[in-house]
């Protein structure tokens, strides 16, 4: 009876050590799909947001009136600024510092679009003042039709520097 026992005992801790195998080989077959999929989902290429509220569309800002010289007005629609430079002329320059991609916010105080991650700072005009950014801020196309200012947030105007011809002027009567 010992020795029956003894055999049923033996039987039973290899089914269970087999078992115990399986287990481990399945558990590390899943850590290592796991590990494979997050390097791929990283390595990938990331998609470009679906909703863009504004992006992509013409933005009618105001009649040209509505806007002084030597102003800056923030439109949440379209995610850019509109400058009124003291000539007259109009630029509409994005609010994506072009080191990083963060939002610039314009101060006023400073007469400066300053990025607040790494502290780029660029003129009126969107030229850089001071480095890290590598080139002047993007400019969306801006157009004057009977005395109303229109911006294409469809199609950005990548640029290294301000060029006095990019400002855009009301048309004289």
């Not at 009876?1 to 080989?25: A, D, I, S, Y």
């Not at 995610?79 to 009124?84: A, E, G, I």
């Not at 950005?156 to 990019?166: D, G, I, K, W």
Request: a positive charge.
């Amino acid at each position: 009876m010992t020795e029956r026992h003894t055999k049923n005992t033996n039987e039973q801790g290899v089914g269970r050590r087999r078992f115990l195998n399986r287990l481990w080989l399945i558990l590390g077959g899943v850590v290592l799909v796991e590990l494979v999929w997050v390097a791929i989902s990283f390595l990938r290429p990331r998609k470009p947001p679906v909703n863009n509220e504004g992006a992509g569309e013409v933005v009618t800002a105001g009649p040209v009136s509505d806007f002084e010289m030597g102003t800056v007005t923030a439109f949440q629609r379209g995610k850019f600024y509109l400058v009124r430079r003291a000539e007259g002329g109009f630029l509409a320059i994005s609010r994506k510092c072009t080191h990083l991609g963060c939002t610039v916010p314009w101060v006023e105080e400073e007469k400066k679009f300053i990025c607040p991650c790494h502290a780029s700072s660029f003129d009126m005009n969107g030229s850089v003042v001071n480095a890290p950014a590598p080139r002047a801020l993007d400019l969306f196309p801006v157009s004057i039709e009977n005395n109303v200012v229109s911006v294409n947030t469809g199609k950005t105007v990548r640029r290294n520097t301000f060029l006095p011809e990019q400002a855009v002027f009301p048309k004289k009567r």
